[in-house]
């Protein structure tokens, strides 16, 4: 089995971003990626609460057409760490993701970063197909935490966010 591993970290204010985000507002964000992940991720085309409680939520994800694994849905268990964290954990495959928020020199300096590990029991250690799916991933990874960002300014610019 391989175990594939990407990071990102991108600054949530960067020079010159409008409307800049504070830490309440991005978490307030992170809060509503946890209950609609297909605002933030393309893949994802709905998503249902199945267990809630404080700091832990179980969600089924259902993925467009080829886009997710083999059936399309899965069961994710989340542990939510009120302000600065949120780790999903994939029970059917045993992949994990966690978002990270990390704070700098002020409030408004902040940063996001996804970490994820994906199983594949079926490829091999070293193969061009691993380095082939590894670098889609790191793409993918990419795009989605940079998208995140941009939906989260979009969600404050439309006045959907209450902090």
């Not at 949120?86 to 993701?97: A, H």
Request: contains cysteine.
């Amino acid at each position: 089995m391989v175990v594939l591993c990407q990071s990102q970290t991108y600054p949530v204010n960067p020079p010159n971003a409008s409307p800049v985000l504070t830490l309440a507002e991005f978490w307030e964000v992170m809060y509503i990626k946890c209950r609609k992940p297909e605002l933030f991720v393309a893949p994802i085309s709905a998503c249902e609460i199945l267990e809630e409680t404080d700091g832990f939520m179980k969600r089924m994800v259902t993925f467009r057409e080829g886009m997710g694994p083999p059936g399309g849905k899965v069961i994710e268990e989340l542990d939510v760490r009120a302000p600065w964290k949120v780790d999903f954990r994939n029970l059917d495959t045993g992949s994990f993701i966690n978002n990270t928020i990390s704070r700098g020199n002020d409030e408004t300096d902040l940063y996001l970063t996804f970490y994820f590990e994906w199983q594949y029991p079926k490829l091999q250690e070293g193969s061009e197909e691993a380095r082939k799916i590894s670098d889609q991933l790191w793409e993918q990874a990419r795009k989605t935490v940079q998208h995140s960002i941009d939906v989260a300014r979009e969600m404050k610019s439309k006045g959907e966010l209450k902090h």
